[in-house]
């Protein structure tokens, strides 16, 4: 089965910090964040491809950056300045753009308290 696999997440104080990691089973364009909130609809943080080109949602930009380490098929992304509507199921998704998600990840949950 082809799965991501998530690490990092948790409970943080408005202001802080956290840094998620993904590990894909195989190699593929993008690598992404998503995140999703009860009653909405999963959206896109942050994307990166195997080219090293980033897109970030307008909520993101500037506090949080995406990279990518080809050799070990891994992406991380470190979330600074946090808020609490940052507070999220965080989703690793990997396909062949930003938008097209083949394969999702089991999901970190990301806590910002005021």
């Known amino acids: 089965q082809v799965q991501p696999v998530e690490s990092g997440g948790g409970l943080v104080q408005a202001g802080g910090a956290l840094r998620l990691s993904c590990v894909a089973p195989?190699?593929?364009?993008?690598m992404g964040w998503y995140r999703q909130t009860p009653g909405k609809e999963r959206e896109l943080v942050a994307g990166?491809?195997?080219?090293?080109?980033?897109t970030y949602a307008d909520s993101a930009k500037g506090r949080f950056t995406i990279s990518r380490d080809n050799a070990k098929n891994t992406a991380t992304l470190q979330m600074n300045s946090l808020k609490p509507e940052d507070t999220a199921v965080y989703y690793c998704?990997?396909?062949?753009?930003?938008?097209?998600?083949?394969?999702w990840g089991h999901g970190t949950q990301v806590t910002v308290s005021s």
């Open positions: 990166i491809t195997t080219a090293g080109s980033t």
């Open positions: 998704g990997i396909g062949p753009d930003y938008y097209t998600v083949r394969y």
């Open positions: 195989i190699t593929i364009n993008n």
